[in-house]
């Protein structure tokens, strides 16, 4: 069965609370630069953040993003985390995730576009439609 998207979802801790949060992260070759991660909430629904990939990528050995979404290996406690920071208005939040999750992840997009390969299956034609057909 040939799929244009990985999706794998996970428990992850949230502001180094006890109780995990059910994860979600998305990767769809349509978006080739992009990740999605999407937390449920307490009543059910689900939050979405989308970046650029490459953030990911780089979050797993140094820190990375200076914006809304940060990502680091948790060098002090434990080399196996990786430490998702979002920021917004209406709050902060930090997730602790486990590495090997990340690199499974990673590995599976790589399948459907190489890194480095994004620029050959971004369509250019249909992001202009969606931007002009507001």
Known sequence: MQTDAVHQSQFVLLNDSTTPVLSRLSYHADEPFAVTVAFRTERGRWVEWTFARDLLVDGLVEPAGLGD?????????????????????????SFELERADIERFLAASYELVPLGAEVDYFDVDTLIDEITNV
Do not use: H, T
């Open 69 to 93: 979404v940060r990502i680091r290996p948790d060098l002090v406690q434990d080399e196996e985390l990786i430490i998702l920071e979002i920021e917004s208005p209406d709050g902060y939040a």
